[in-house]
């Protein structure tokens, strides 16, 4: 069974930063692009960033560009976007996803929320 | 303003049928998949349809999607109270080199 744990969601300070992890199980990751999805509460869901399998191709949506990271380590079958320069917008559940846009994400995780407040 | 315009709300009464729209332009509907997806209250979403028209397994025939130029369309028949929720398509934007989704649409069973 595909499972897509996220962890390191919770609450900072505008300006801050904050790293979220998903681990995966169930699947071989490395054959895999992975996605993050963030949903801002009461909203709908907006793509953020995109990876390869080898984590050599990298797309974000322009307005995390330049702040946000996405990562990934296939020994650890794990996950990561690396948040910066957190601002209020940025406030909202984060999923974990397997797949893309391209040719549809087929399994989803719990979310993480995130919370930036001054 | 979402790339992809769906409408807000749809409603049926159980049993019935709905569709929900989806538009977009030649640079993201009109020249790659779309996919949609189902989100219950309280939940994840939910993986509906693939490649415009697929079922992933497990999704009955009650759901089915289609493609035409810019725009997508779902359609689900014998509606359940169970199917009450979000209903998002999203497909890749080869411009913006981004992903996308549109702003959902409420699906209210009456």
């Known amino acids: 069974e595909v499972q897509l744990v996220e962890s390191g969601g919770g609450s900072v300070q505008t300006g801050g930063s904050l790293r979220l992890s998903c681990a995966a199980s169930g699947f071989t990751f490395s054959n895999y692009w992975m996605t993050w999805v963030r949903q801002a509460p009461g909203k709908g869901l907006q793509w953020v960033a995109y990876?390869?399998?080898?984590?050599?191709?990298?797309y974000y949506v322009d307005s995390v560009e330049g702040r946000f990271t996405i990562s990934r380590d296939s020994a650890k079958n794990s996950l990561s976007l690396q948040m910066n320069s957190l601002r209020a917008e940025d406030t909202a559940v984060y999923y974990c996803?397997?797949?893309?846009?391209?040719?549809?994400?087929?399994?989803w995780g719990q979310g993480a929320l995130v919370t930036v407040s001054s | 303003q979402s790339v992809l315009t769906q409408p807000p709300s749809v409603s049926a009464a159980p049993g019935q049928k709905v569709t929900i729209s989806c538009s977009g332009t030649s640079s993201n509907i009109g020249k790659n998949y779309v996919s949609w997806y189902q989100q219950l209250p309280g939940t994840a979403p939910k993986f509906l349809i693939y490649e415009n028209n697929q079922r992933p397994s497990g999704i009955p025939d009650r759901f089915s999607g289609s493609k035409s130029g810019t725009s997508a369309t779902l359609g689900i028949t014998g509606l359940q109270t169970g199917d009450e929720g979000d209903y998002y398509c999203?497909?890749?934007?080869?411009?913006?080199?981004?992903?996308?989704f549109g702003g959902g649409t409420k699906l209210t069973v009456l």
């Open positions: 999203g497909t890749w934007d080869s411009s913006l080199s981004a992903g996308v």
């Open positions: 990876i390869n399998q080898a984590g050599t191709e990298k």
């Open positions: 996803a397997r797949g893309g846009l391209v040719r549809g994400i087929t399994h």
